[in-house]
T-cell receptor, first 116, second 113 residues
Framework: DAGITQSPRHKVTETGTPVTLRCHQT?????MYWYRQDPGHGLRLIHY???????DKGEVSDGYSVSRSKTEDFLLTLESATSSQTSVYFC???????????????FGPGTRLTVL | DAKTTQPNSMESNEEEPVHLPCNHS???????IHWYRQLPSQGPEYVIH???SNVNNRMASLAIAEDRKSSTLILHRATLRDAAVYYC??????????????FGKGTHLIIQP
């Protein structure tokens, strides 16, 4: 299994509080991603990173910010959590090799966040 | 990314082959076809990908129609562990490689013992 950990694995918080989720990898992969998954839906991309300090927005980035100060860590922050951000959050990593741009993505175990 | 269409659910028996269809009629010439699956309470995992030719790996086979407007993921001998949601995803190979995956709702595969 790819070395990806997410912390915390479960969190309950209240509306209006800041929350930071951490994704840590030991694979030295260049690309890292944050997705959210809601009941009855596939995963949706929040933000992604293509290198240290290089990030970009995904499909559902409103209300979220990210930071990547070193290769192994990608942080997702909810500045002021809302109930609509209750979800399961998945981190993923991917690298490149052999000139093929889309190597497989490896996903972490997920963080279940509940905002009351 | 181009859209894909998959059946909401399929049911099969253990130890029998399973054919999971995916329609992608608006696929472009540079789109790769990827399949991921998500086991209960886990993150998705990569299954297989292809461009034009059929592909095989230890997990599955991918059969791609000649016009590339559809594809089929084949599990040769399903086990109970194959019960999962299977996602068919198109990725534009002309891009830089950093973009995330665009997931639809996938096909919920049920395996009966």
């Amino acid at each position: 299994d790819a070395g990806i950990t997410q912390s915390p694995r479960h969190k309950v918080t209240e509306t209006g509080t800041p929350v930071t989720l951490r994704c840590h990898q030991t694979e030295n992969h260049r690309y890292m991603y944050w997705y959210r998954q809601d009941p009855g839906h596939g995963l949706r991309l929040i933000h992604y990173s293509y290198g240290v300090k290089d990030t970009d927005k995904g499909e559902v980035s409103d209300g979220y910010s990210v930071s990547r100060s070193k290769t192994e860590d990608f942080l997702l922050t909810l500045e002021s959590a809302t109930s609509s951000q209750t979800s399961v959050y998945f981190c993923a990593i991917s690298g490149t090799s052999g000139g093929y741009p889309y190597n497989e993505q490896f996903f972490g175990p997920g963080t279940r966040l509940t905002v009351l | 990314d181009a859209k894909t269409t998959q059946p909401n659910s399929m049911e099969s028996n253990e130890e029998e082959p399973v054919h999971l269809p995916c329609n992608h009629s608006t696929i472009s010439g540079t789109d790769y076809i990827h399949w991921y699956r998500q086991l209960p309470s886990q993150g998705p995992e990569y299954v297989i990908h292809g461009l034009t030719s059929n592909v095989n790996n230890r997990m599955a086979s991918l059969a791609i129609a000649e016009d590339r407007k559809s594809s089929t993921l084949i599990l040769h001998r399903a086990t109970l562990r194959d019960a999962a949601v299977y996602y068919c995803i198109l990725r534009d190979g002309s891009g830089g490689g950093a973009d995330g995956l665009t997931f639809g709702k996938g096909t919920h595969l049920i395996i009966q013992p």
